[in-house]
């Protein structure tokens, strides 16, 4: 194995990380919270990303929900048969502490945001033990990858080493349609005013709360207006047609690190209204009609309303042409070399 890597790292040079890791065995581990279609789909897109480039991997689903040293033992067995140079864990706490001990593979740790960030809808104590987790994840990685700065800076240590990447998205499959076709296949009906709201696994944090009051607020401007609740059940291959049949989309989470409902949004032209979150308003700077507002139902209720009824689409596609599942797939390859040297 080390003569592997070292043939990866002579190989390596320029900005052309992709073209160096053609042929490098990756162990992907991703977890997984009860087995749904929608879980972690943007890691799993990020895998076939990878094949496409030459990368050879190999996909373990990993579940925090159960006995953990069993699994650790089946990942254990996992490295020994496919033998990769590299173990990639798509995430922190229990997940990318399994990955650091025992396994003999360079590891590198993606941080995605709830994993480094707070988590008010979880107790003090269940709070600490995942960060201190992830941090022991971190400090054991070769290579680390956090999809802000944000996240980077909460860090204990590791900065230095750590590639910030967003994560790629599907251009080809999040793109522009005309929004009565795309109502038309859904089956809803062309009058509609459709405010979309991404609850994902939690929907606290989410504030699917805010949300709520504010759609409220604003149907005494739009009474016709609706909330539309993506969540763990719906089929990710609806989520593009969604994107183009609504109005809006809503994001009030609490805490966010690089979220692919605002990043799939702008690539289909849909105007946002958001709370700062994340990496959100560096996403909507330049954006119209597009709007950050502050924690307040009612201020948010209004944003939504005015937007509503503009009518208007986004010309949010022009500022993620950046960040193309190609172009993720080569800044996670220089996070591989990093770890590989």
């Known amino acids: ?149 944000e996240l980077r800076s909460r860090l204990w240590w590791g900065q230095a080493r750590t590639v910030v990447s967003s994560g790629g998205i599907d251009l080809e499959r999040y793109r522009p349609i005309p929004r009565d076709q795309a109502r038309r296949q859904l089956e809803w009906p062309a009058e509609r005013k459709v405010v979309l709201f991404n609850a994902g696994t939690n929907a606290r944090i989410k504030r699917i709360d805010m949300a709520r009051a504010a759609v409220e607020h604003a149907k005494s401007i739009v009474p016709e207006l609706e909330l539309v609740v993506l969540n763990g059940e719906v089929d990710p291959d609806q989520v593009p047609l969604m994107l183009n049949a609504a109005d809006c989309l809503l994001v009030t989470s609490d805490f966010e690190g690089s979220p692919y409902i605002v990043k799939e949004a702008l690539a289909c032209d849909l105007p946002i209204v958001s709370v700062a979150a994340g990496d959100i308003a560096e996403r909507l700077a330049g954006v119209s009609p597009s709007r950050i507002v502050e924690r307040d139902a009612a201020r948010l209720g209004d944003a939504v309303a005015e937007i509503v009824l503009s009518g208007r689409r986004s010309n949010g596609r022009e500022t993620v042409l950046d960040i193309s599942e190609a172009a993720e797939t080569e800044r996670l390859g220089q996070a591989y070399l990093r770890a590989l040297d």
């Open 1 to 149: 194995m080390a003569s592997r890597a070292a043939a990866f790292r002579e190989r390596a040079g320029g900005d052309q990380a992709v073209a160096s890791i053609a042929g490098l065995r990756v162990l992907h581990v991703i977890p997984q919270a009860d087995g749904r279609k929608s879980d972690f789909t943007f890691a799993k897109r990020q895998v076939n990303s990878l094949e496409q480039e030459g990368v050879l991997g190999r996909v373990f689903y990993f579940y925090p929900a159960k006995p953990l040293l069993p699994q650790w033992r089946q990942l254990s067995e996992e490295v020994k048969a496919f033998h990769p140079d590299l173990l990639h864990a798509h995430y922190g706490t229990v997940t990318g502490c399994v990955c650091a001990f025992g396994m003999q593979v360079p590891l590198v740790v993606t941080f995605r945001g709830s994993d480094l960030n707070p988590d008010p809808s979880v107790g003090k104590l269940r709070f600490a033990a995942s960060r201190v987790l992830s941090q022991v994840a971190a400090a054991r990685a070769r290579g680390i990858v956090c999809v802000t700065n």
